[in-house]
């Protein structure tokens, strides 16, 4: 018998498909949606894209307009969080005082930025990206007169600012303290084609290079003073080198907000803790989307997603189990990142591989990298190849077992191969977990926007 009330905390998108999810299967009771962003959830991806730019406006990001919550009857109250949940009790206690009774509480909490360890990190102009307001200050920033920017992070957050910017005809900078970008992500050979292309719009990249301090000198009108006065007008590197910077835009990851659930009594590693069914120790309780540290049949182990695409297919599976329909959360990772005219996408999970093998043209703008372990297809990356994204998508799902021989053999063409079901090999070992920028043993933390 399903719940006669679901509480989600946590209205992004992996909460608003949960309460979608629910009334789309007919569940019957209440169903109440709680989040701090007044706007209500909104659509991530074009924040860093078309929003900047102008192309989408704020009328454009709402995942669902306002007449849609009333229409399937979800509660959804915005600018306001869950402050404590009482299990005992079966009750939740948000920050505006009310206290709500819960049958099913779905943790949907998602993540904040990590925070830049410098000095000069709370001047003026240093921003972040993660909600609407975050890119709104942008956009105002961007559409004034042409600003030097210095992007501190080369993710695909901060990769993606920066493509948006140099559109915009500002000058811009990217420092990485890793090698390279995008290293728990993807392949060194895409990687490697996204820096060249951003090098190729006149993005000044560096590499394996370390912030020491912003620094800044006086105070706009109307704008608090940051650490060391005003706002920001450089950043200085761990060699000495200083770049002027009118605006720095912080994108050094994030860090699952797992505050709740640990106050709660809930087990915390990286994420919300959960087994296969996306349920916590507590059976009342879930965690679905960012915040999740769920095991994965893919790798092997418990990893954590940060994508659109696994937000939704976890509220689903969530919404399923609360309605009395539990499964294994088996869905195929899928990920994608739009930057200047190239479109890269993921199927499956592409790290610890120990070998790949490339088809189509990988010194052109359309090529795809197989990712292979022990033999093993564990994953794909496509550059302007969204024909092999989506079927390299139902092979992984389907069991289908693809050789590097294969993928190499000549005129090999994926749409021909057979998508019956065939049952895979058991995971290899995973490989020894490396050093995360924490410090920490790093697990899955992908970020791309589905």
């Known amino acids: 018998?399903?719940?006669?009330?679901?509480?989600?905390?946590?209205?992004?998108?992996?909460?608003?498909?949960?309460?979608?999810?629910?009334?789309?299967?007919?569940?019957?009771?209440?169903?109440?949606?709680?989040?701090?962003?007044?706007?209500g959830p909104v659509h991530r991806p074009p924040l860093s894209k078309g929003y900047l730019t102008g192309a989408v406006s704020a009328e454009d990001v709402p995942l669902r307009p306002a007449a849609f919550y009333s229409g399937q009857d979800i509660e959804l109250l915005t600018g306001d969080v869950v402050a404590s949940v009482d299990r005992e009790r079966h009750t939740v206690l948000l920050e505006s005082g009310l206290r709500l009774p819960y049958g099913a509480l779905v943790l949907a909490t998602g993540c904040r930025p990590r925070p830049l360890p410098v000095p000069g990190a709370s001047l003026a102009g240093v921003r972040t990206l993660r909600g609407l307001a975050d890119a709104e200050a942008l956009r105002q920033r961007l559409h004034g007169t042409p600003v030097r920017l210095v992007v501190i992070g080369a993710g695909f957050i901060g990769l993606e600012v920066a493509a948006t910017a140099r559109g915009l005809g500002h000058d811009v900078t990217v420092v990485e303290a890793q090698p390279r970008a995008l290293a728990r992500a993807l392949t060194p050979l895409v990687?490697?084609?996204?820096?060249?292309?951003?090098?190729?719009?006149g993005v000044r990249v560096l590499m394996d290079r370390q912030v020491a301090a912003?620094?800044?000198?006086?105070?706009?009108?109307?704008?608090?003073?940051?650490?060391?006065?005003?706002?920001?007008?450089?950043?200085?590197?761990?060699?000495?080198?200083?770049?002027?910077?009118?605006?720095?835009?912080?994108g050094i990851g994030v860090l699952?907000?797992?505050?709740?659930?640990?106050a709660a009594g809930l087990a915390v590693d990286d994420g919300v803790v959960v087994d296969e069914g996306l349920r916590t120790a507590d059976p009342g309780i879930w965690a679905v989307g960012d915040c999740a540290a769920f095991p994965s049949v893919h790798a092997g182990r418990r990893i954590r997603l940060e994508s659109v695409q696994n937000a939704t297919d976890q509220a689903r599976c969530v919404a399923a189990a609360i309605c009395g329909e539990p499964r294994p959360y088996?869905?195929?990772?899928?990920?994608?990142?739009?930057?200047?005219?190239?479109?890269?996408?993921?199927?499956?999970?592409?790290s610890g591989h120990d070998e790949t093998v490339t088809s189509g043209d990988p010194d052109g703008d359309r090529f795809s990298v197989f990712c292979f372990r022990a033999g093993r297809l564990t994953g794909v990356e496509s550059v302007n190849r969204p024909a092999d994204h989506g079927i390299a998508a139902r092979l992984l799902a389907a069991g289908t077992r693809l050789t590097p021989a294969e993928v190499r053999?000549?005129?090999?063409?994926?749409?021909?191969?057979?998508?019956?079901?065939?049952?895979?090999?058991a995971p290899s070992a995973p490989p020894t977990p490396t050093a995360s920028p924490s410090g920490s043993a790093s697990e899955e933390r992908l970020s791309v926007h589905a």
């Open 1 to 39: 018998m399903a719940p006669r009330s679901v509480v989600v905390a946590g209205a992004g998108q992996a909460g608003l498909e949960t309460a979608a999810a629910l009334r789309a299967r007919g569940y019957p009771g209440r169903v109440t949606l709680v989040g701090d962003e007044p706007p």
């Open 409 to 425: 053999a000549p005129g090999f063409d994926l749409k021909k191969l057979p998508r019956t079901p065939q049952t895979p090999p």
């Open 330 to 350: 088996t869905a195929v990772p899928r990920f994608w990142t739009d930057q200047y005219a190239m479109r890269i996408q993921t199927a499956g999970l592409t």
């Open 191 to 201: 990687s490697d084609r996204i820096v060249a292309e951003h090098r190729a719009h």
């Open 214 to 250: 912003l620094h800044g000198e006086g105070t706009d009108e109307g704008e608090s003073a940051g650490a060391g006065g005003g706002r920001v007008r450089a950043v200085e590197l761990a060699d000495g080198e200083r770049i002027d910077a009118d605006l720095v835009v912080v």
């Open 256 to 262: 699952p907000d797992t505050g709740l659930a640990l």
